[in-house]
């Protein structure tokens, strides 16, 4: 059972457009949630988070909006760069215990 | 932040031979560890939860007999694949828990590549 889905499986796009992704949840338990990068060959690594209690965080480039009623996330990446072709994991962590769920992922190609 | 490392980052073995793979919380201590897997082009898939002191918790579809997981300090854990076979080559990562207050923060490491001939 998904429990944190991330339907699109890929995403292009021009760079210094913006880059949106997605994410989607059902367990109402989660109440912090993530974003990871990661290039092939390499370990996912920490991009940006937000927790329950706030509907949006940015840093830099990087935004999160969290919206809870609809048990939705999405990262948004202005401008978007070559660079940041990889592929985005969302993941979420319920407010007990310590595991955390990952989406499918999605691939995103920034085209110079 | 927090960093795990993983040792080998990359190895080759012949079929029916073992291999060991390790992962280091470097500064911090770790209670849990997770060990994934990644086929190409696919998502991570949770092998194992590793935990300080006790047996590790395999997901449904994973034979514990061949995935050997030991969590013997408190930043160590190793994952030993048994009599390998080619169709356990593949990219292995690890990760480790950081617990601040009552927050959890997982942290990754770069990954394995198991090449199996």
């Known amino acids: 059972d998904q429990q944190v889905k991330q339907n699109s499986p890929s995403l292009s796009v021009q760079e210094g457009r913006i880059s949106i992704l997605n994410c989607d949840y059902t367990?109402?338990?989660?109440?912090?949630f993530l974003w990871y990068k990661k290039y092939p060959a390499e370990g996912p690594t920490f991009l940006i988070s937000?927790?329950?209690?706030?509907d949006k965080n940015e840093d830099g480039r990087f935004t999160v909006f969290l919206n809870k009623s609809a048990k939705h996330l999405s990262l948004h990446i202005v401008p978007s760069q070559p660079g940041d072709s990889a592929v985005y994991f969302c993941a979420a962590s319920p407010n007990t215990g310590n595991q955390f769920y990952f989406g499918t992922g999605t691939s995103l190609t920034v085209i110079p | 932040g927090a960093v795990v490392s993983q040792h080998p980052s990359w190895v080759i073995c012949k079929s029916g031979t073992s291999v060991k793979i390790e992962c280091r919380s470097l500064?911090?201590?770790?209670?849990?560890m997770f060990w994934y897997r990644q086929f190409p082009k696919q998502s991570l898939m949770l092998m194992a939860t590793s935990n300080e002191g006790s047996k590790a918790t395999y997901e449904q579809g994973v034979e514990k007999d061949k995935f050997l997981i030991n969590h013997a300090s408190l930043t160590l854990s190793t994952l030993t694949v048994t009599s390998a076979h080619p169709e356990d080559s593949s990219f292995y990562i690890c990760s480790a828990i950081s617990q601040t207050g009552k927050r959890y923060e997982q942290y990754f490491g770069p990954g394995t590549r198991l090449t199996v001939t």
């Open positions: 500064d911090f201590q770790a209670t849990t």
């Open positions: 937000i927790s329950s209690i706030k």
């Open positions: 367990n109402s338990m989660f109440d912090y």
